[in-house]
């Protein structure tokens, strides 16, 4: 008598963050002969970093931390971690997405801003002195740093302000002029103009991810050795 056969159908989630982040850990051929660049941010650094390394092919081996570097808490936390004891010639880093997002009142992810047991993640004035705190940290390594703008809130993202981007960025103009010796890419002005978002999203399309990179390769390229 023969059995009835058990199908069993796996299904397979595809997680595009996930994703992302498998395709930006360290780079397989490191030519010690090379600078060594660090990209420390977001999803939106994990989405432009496989082009910046493609673009600087035989000039620079770039890293980045083999995560979602989120918001300045998790950086004055696990930064020495990211920086290890490699010797690096830049350092391009930026925080301020995650900072900015609204949480509820169990700190459930992305809350509605406008209920008013939401909170913002990193509020303005803790923002400020992590963030000070960060880029002191990564002066005394000795590479050159530059701060990279946070990119634009779009209209209908869920969980964040529009605007917010722009004060938060002031903010971290602020501290880099009082910290001193720190350059600014200005990711948040390109962006602004030339390079639209997912939409309702703060993401960028694989296009876009391209197109962010162009303009951090052209501000790593100018302060390489």
Same mark, same amino acid.
């Given at each position: 008598m023969l059995r009835p056969t058990l199908?069993?159908?796996?299904?397979?989630?595809?997680?595009?963050?996930?994703?992302a982040q498998k395709l930006a850990s360290e780079p397989t051929n490191i030519n010690p002969k090379l600078p060594n660049v660090l990209l420390i941010g977001d999803s939106i650094s994990?989405?432009?970093?496989?082009?910046?390394?493609k673009k600087l092919s035989g000039v620079a081996n770039v890293f980045r931390p083999n995560t +979602?570097?989120?918001?300045?808490?998790? $950086?004055?936390? #696990?930064? =020495? &971690?990211?920086? $290890?004891?490699?010797?690096?010639?830049?350092?391009?880093? +930026?925080?301020?997405?995650? =900072?900015? &997002?609204?949480?509820?009142?169990n700190n459930e992810n992305l809350a509605d801003p406008k209920d008013l047991k939401s909170h913002q993640q990193v509020p303005p004035t803790d923002y400020e002195a992590n963030l000070k705190k960060i880029a002191k940290r990564l002066k005394q390594t000795g590479a050159v740093v530059i701060w990279c703008e946070t990119t634009p809130v779009p209209q209908g993202a869920k969980g964040r302000v529009v605007g917010d981007?722009? &004060?938060? +960025? =002031?903010?971290?103009a602020r501290v880099m002029k009082e910290v001193g010796e720190i350059q600014t890419n200005p990711?948040?002005?390109?962006?602004?103009?030339?390079?639209?978002?997912?939409?309702? +999203?703060?993401?960028?399309?694989? #296009? $876009?991810?391209d197109k962010l990179a162009d303009q951090v390769v052209s501000i790593i390229k100018k302060n390489l050795p």
């Open positions: 199908c069993i159908v796996v299904a397979v989630v595809f997680c595009p963050s996930a994703f994990i989405g432009y970093t496989n082009p910046v390394r +979602n570097c989120g918001p300045t808490t998790k $950086g004055i936390t #696990e930064i =020495d &971690k990211w920086l $290890g004891d490699r010797k690096w010639s830049v350092i391009h880093f +930026n925080h301020g997405l995650h =900072d900015l &997002k609204y949480l509820g009142s981007s722009k &004060k938060y +960025n =002031d903010i971290a990711l948040w002005h390109v962006a602004t103009k030339r390079i639209p978002t997912r939409p309702a +999203n703060v993401h960028y399309t694989a #296009e $876009g991810s």
